[in-house]
């Protein structure tokens, strides 16, 4: 049993990856309830930068803007890469 009084530390890369992790699966759904196909969309918003690839359905397209581009790219291709291994 660990000491209640024992410091918790946090690793800020886990943290930004979880976050960055919600904000996709947030959109994601956010697409599909509105009868979009996420993949599509999602790649197409990370491929030319264009917001309007994102519905504003749950404030989805302000959500996904608050993280940059290529850090959803780099969690992407991370979460791939462990999946194949």
Not at 65 to 79: L, T
Request: hydrophobic share 35%; aromatic share 8%.
């Amino acid at each position: 049993m660990k000491d209640k009084t024992e410091t918790m530390t946090f690793k800020s890369e886990d943290i930004r990856r979880d976050n960055i992790k919600h904000i996709v699966r947030l959109v994601d759904n956010a697409l599909k309830e509105r009868g979009y196909n996420s993949v599509n969309q999602l790649a197409g918003y990370l491929i030319s930068n264009d917001p309007a690839y994102i519905s504003s359905h749950n404030n989805a397209r302000s959500v996904i803007q608050s993280v940059e581009r290529y850090e959803i790219i780099e969690e992407m291709v991370r979460s791939y890469l462990e999946s194949i291994k």
